[in-house]
C-alpha cells in the first residue's frame, strides 16, 4: 500500500481479486453497472471547530490528509461506502438484532429449538435485509420471514477466501439459525446482516457445542 499526491486529481482504477477472477469467466461475467465511493482514509476526529481562523478551515487537517493508493484485496479496502438517505436525514441509521449472539450448547443436544434473528434499523427504515452466514458447517440458516422485495444488499459485503466456498446468503426480514446435525468439533462462526436500503452492517457471533461425540 503507498500514497498518492493528493495535490493533483487522480483516478486510480485497478481490478480487485474478485474483479480478476470474473474478468477471467469471460466477459459476461465481468460486467462492471454501478459504482461506488468510500471514505476509509478519512479521520472525522480531525474536524477542528476550534480553527482560529475560522469555518472555512474546520477541514484543513482532513483535506491535507494522503490518499491511499487502490489495492487489490476487496476484503480491506471501501468498508466505509458513501451512501444515498432520504432528504433531510439528520442521523445515520443503525442496525440492531433481536440477537447478541447464539450457542447451541451440548447438553441440550439436537432438539434445541432454532433461534431467531430479525433486525431493525433506528432512524431510516430497511424494507429488508441481506443475512450472510459466514460458515453453513456450523448451522443452518432458512428464512423466518419474507422480504417483500427480494434485492441484495446495496453495499456489497465480499467475504475471505476461506468462508465464501461454505457461506450462504439469504435476503428476508428475519432468519432462522438452527443447530443442524453437529459439528466434528466445537466450532463458530459470524453472522453479517446488512439493511438493504440503508447499507447498515451487524454482525454476531454463532457457538455450536453440539459435537457428535456428546450425541454418542
Not at 423466518?144 to 475471505?160: D, I, W
Request: glycine share 8%.
Amino acid at each position: 500500500m503507498g500514497f498518492l499526491n493528493n495535490t493533483t486529481v487522480t483516478v486510480d482504477a485497478i481490478l480487485t481479486k474478485k474483479g480478476r477472477e470474473l474478468l477471467a469467466q469471460g466477459t459476461e461475467a465481468f460486467n462492471i453497472t454501478k459504482f461506488a465511493l468510500a471514505d476509509d482514509e478519512v479521520d472525522y476526529n480531525l474536524w477542528d471547530v476550534t480553527h482560529p481562523n475560522g469555518t472555512d478551515f474546520y477541514g484543513k487537517v482532513i483535506e491535507n490528509m494522503p490518499l491511499l493508493e487502490a489495492i487489490p484485496d476487496e476484503n480491506h479496502v471501501m468498508r466505509y461506502k458513501l451512501i444515498t438517505l432520504p432528504k433531510n436525514t439528520i442521523k445515520m441509521p443503525v442496525l440492531t438484532l433481536s440477537q447478541a449472539s447464539i450457542t447451541f450448547t451440548a447438553s441440550a443436544g439436537l432438539t434445541q429449538p432454532a433461534q431467531i434473528v430479525a433486525g431493525t434499523t433506528a432512524n431510516v427504515q430497511d424494507s429488508s435485509y441481506t443475512f450472510i452466514l459466514h460458515d453453513q458447517s456450523v448451522c443452518t440458516m432458512d428464512v423466518n420471514e419474507g422480504a417483500a422485495s427480494g434485492v441484495g444488499a446495496t453495499t456489497p459485503f465480499f467475504l475471505g477466501e476461506d468462508d465464501a466456498p461454505n457461506s450462504k446468503t439469504l435476503v428476508a426480514n428475519s432468519v432462522n439459525i438452527g443447530v443442524g446435525q453437529g459439528v466434528d468439533v466445537t466450532k463458530s462462526t459470524q453472522l453479517t446482516v446488512i439493511g438493504n436500503d440503508t447499507g447498515a452492517t451487524k454482525s454476531i457471533t454463532i457457538n455450536n457445542e453440539v459435537t457428535l461425540a456428546t450425541l454418542r
